[in-house]
């Protein structure tokens, strides 16, 4: 069982918009309660409906990722943290663990700002 630590919580507290790597994680492992998921985090059912209907050929990961970049770029709440909040929420701690570990790398990585 995933417990919450720091990285998970500062994951959660994060108000950044979600970028490609974070979104085609989430599409590849959100797994069977996907539909649920999406919707809990704002997506209407009648958007899954049509992303599903139009595109019956694509792997359902693709249409997973096609429906978070919708979400992404159409939703005040689209922010990692709260997508991070509301997987976790819905189950998908070891994704959210997964999540909070590229976050943390991230941050690492980041340049430090040189003070003048």
Known sequence: MVEKDNDIVSLMECTS???RKYLLHTAAYTGRTWRRT???IGIDE???ENYLYE????PIREIRYQ????WLRNSENATLGYLSANLW???HRQLVNELASMYREERLNEEPELEL
């Not at 595109?55 to 694509?58: K, L, Q, S």
Request: cysteine-free; overall charge negative.
């Open 17 to 19: 918009k979600p970028t």
């Open 38 to 40: 999406f919707v809990n």
């Open 46 to 48: 009648q958007i899954i």
């Open 55 to 58: 595109n019956p050929r694509e």
């Open 67 to 70: 429906i978070l970049l919708d």
């Open 89 to 91: 929420e819905n189950g």
